[in-house]
């Protein structure tokens, strides 16, 4: 319950949408009702005066009943648009707030999931999140409300009646929801955890899908995903199962209470209690009562599936951010000198150290290479330098102060980072260029596009700038990606610039031409390279061995 209490208290900012939406709700219920009854009654009276040759008033019911129809629809017209509205309303909130708490996770917050369990919380989960308001706390507060107002009215007529009318009504609306909540909750929970499955599963299989090719593992990764569908299927059939009986319930109770109330009220006929038109009156409200407490079952059912996507959701934000943020932010220095002294990391605690005694100097404007084995902590130190992470121990110090004097966004305004595993969107060459910069002119964007040695390549596509890259740039080489990701990296107003194997997929000469482009276009700012390539080394101001 304290999961599903936390999720109401985030309608707090909406909650005049939420009052607005179950009143708009509990009128529209109790107009279908108050239609079914006056019905009921009117159609009655006409009979019995048709037979006694009286007469009758019956424009004044017959203009109830029209109002009451229009009331009926025009307010479950206005009660969709508010109580979606209000609905989504908070999932904007809740995508944004996620969003929020999921960035400063990563990634060292996040490597125990898999990327189609982070997406599936981000979509799936959030999307389940929507029925809360509108299939539970709507329904829950109308049924309660209405059986109120329905006990009261059918008191004024018999109070044995009012009694019999509220114990069925409450069979329906609190001992059905609770059997059917029971039964619910194992299939609710295995609907989210098996969609969760199959969605990482088609994920991994789409992300991965050249390794399997090449590995000959197509057909395993078929079957797996197969199996997580019939998994999810079987799944969907339970639930449907319970709803079925939800339905059966529901029906059987409402026949119940309508013979009981006619059993009830023939008596009182009989005694002249109650006029013979009144009867048929008591008997369709009671019917038309069940309208309220219908939903209950199934929001008693989806309360598993919410209840489990809710907690899946506050799992993940509540996580500890692994690196906290200056209270105050140091202000910006003068000059962007970097200094490591004693650095030591590792990943896990007790772990293998993988950066030991690190030491460097990188003065503002100096260029600097890194040359090692791969594992030896060059991407790791990246890492440091972003403040992804933190080192157990040693001192990083930029711009004359310690790194954690400066908030982590700070440093990714100064420093652009080119990393091994660079990310296109599935957009144009220029709209991938301009998440950097924007306003970017076109000769900023062709300025860049040269020093990455990209622009033969961008002119000889019939698009240009305009050319589609595809899902994580598929259309390209990896160089090509690449060059993309230094071009876009270019056209920041950074002060230190990381390379991390900018010549991975290309040719030693192209990758010389578009390092001696690079260095001037630098202007007096830092630039620390990483490489396999020797040859470039003569470029550099220093080379680092590890």
Known sequence: MKILWRLFKMYKPYWSWVVLGILLSLITVMANITLMAVSGWFIASMAIAGVAGASI?????????????ILRTGG???????THEATFRLLSTLRVSFYQRLEPLVPAGLEDL?????????????????????????????????????????????????????????????????????????????????????????????????????????QQQAVQVRDASERLIQTQTDMGRVSGLAQSGLTLLSNTAL??????????????????????????????????????PEAFRL??????????????????????????????????????????????????????????DLPMGHKVAIVGESGAGKSSLIQLLLRNRQ???????????????????????????????????NTTIRQNLLLAKPQATEAELHR??????????????????????????VKLSGGQARRIAIARALLRDFQLLILDEPGEGLDSRTEMNMIEALLPALDGR?????????????LMDETLFM
């Open 57 to 69: 008033n019956y424009f004044s019911p017959a203009a109830v009943i029209r109002a009451m129809a």
């Open 114 to 218: 898999q990327s189609g369990d982070i997406l599936s919380r981000i979509l799936a989960d959030i999307n389940t999140l929507e029925n809360f308001y509108i299939r539970v706390i709507v329904p829950m507060s109308v049924a309660a409300l209405a059986t109120l107002i329905i006990t009261w009215v059918v008191s004024a007529y018999s109070s044995t009646l009012a009694l019999t009318l509220l114990l069925m009504l409450a069979m329906a609306g609190v001992l059905l929801p609770l059997l059917i909540g029971k039964l619910g909750v194992k299939p609710g929970r295995q609907n989210v955890e098996r969609n969760t499955q199959l969605r990482t599963q088609v994920i991994d299989g789409v992300q991965g899908l050249a390794e399997l090719t090449l590995c000959g593992a197509l």
């Open 391 to 425: 080192a157990e121990t040693g001192q990083i110090s930029f711009g004359g102060r310690r790194l954690e004097d400066y908030h982590s966004d700070q440093l990714h305004d100064w420093i652009a980072v080119v990393p091994q595993q660079v990310h296109l969107f």
């Open 259 to 296: 013979w009981l109330v006619m059993i009830l009220a023939i008596p009182l006929v009989s005694s002249q209690a109650i006029e013979p038109a009144e009867l048929a009156m008591l008997g369709l409200l009671s019917l038309a009562a069940f309208e309220a407490v219908m939903p209950l």
């Open 448 to 473: 860049a596009c040269v020093i990455a040695q990209l622009d033969d390549f961008i002119a000889q596509q019939p698009e240009g700038y305009e050319t589609w890259v595809g899902e994580t740039g």
């Open 303 to 360: 309360l598993g599936q919410i209840h489990t996507a809710a907690a899946r959701l506050f799992e993940l934000s509540d996580r500890p951010v692994p690196v906290q943020q200056p209270q105050q932010a140091a202000r910006t220095p003068s000059r962007f000198d970097l200094s490591i002294r004693d650095l030591n990391f590792r990943y896990r605690e007790k772990g293998q150290l993988v950066l030991e005694n690190f030491n460097l």
């Open 76 to 82: 479950r017209y206005t009660e969709r648009l508010v």
């Open 526 to 538: 830092s630039m620390l390279l990483i490489t396999h390539n020797r040859s470039v080394l003569r």
